[in-house]
């Protein structure tokens, strides 16, 4: 009974300093990732002023026009194509109005042996 009071005394210390580390341990998570999202947003920016001529530009008219050219552009059917197969993904219930605003070709950043392993697991399942 003696001891009581040093325990209970000590229950309340040790979970103080747990609940204030785990404040500063989200604290610090909080910070890093803004800090990360800003430097990211940074390059993205001059990601976005450099792939500017791969950006395709769909009018209501079908035209395709281009700041530069480039060698392989979709052309209209595939563009209808990927739109159809973005409608048929979704589900019937949604009344979404989908308009294809612009295409770009996105870099490939995966290794090619990680490429030819998704392809060849897609080939197995089909």
């Not at 909080?30 to 001529?53: H, M, P």
């Not at 563009?79 to 979404?96: D, F, L, R």
Request: proline share 3%; with cysteine.
């Amino acid at each position: 009974m003696e001891n009581m009071p040093l325990a209970i005394n000590l229950t309340f210390v040790g979970i103080t300093v747990v609940f204030i580390a785990l404040i500063l341990l989200s604290l610090i998570i909080y910070v890093s990732t803004k800090l990360l999202t800003i430097k990211k947003s940074g390059q993205a920016k001059k990601d976005a002023i450099t792939d500017e001529a791969s950006i395709l530009e769909i009018d209501e008219d079908e035209d395709i026009s281009l700041g530069k050219a480039i060698s392989n552009k979709p052309d209209v059917e595939l563009v209808a194509v990927i739109m159809a197969a973005i409608q048929a993904s979704m589900t019937p219930e949604s009344q979404c109005r989908l308009v294809i605003k612009s295409l770009r070709r996105v870099e490939q950043s995966s290794p090619v042996w990680n490429r030819a392993g998704r392809l060849e697991h897609i080939a197995n399942k089909l």
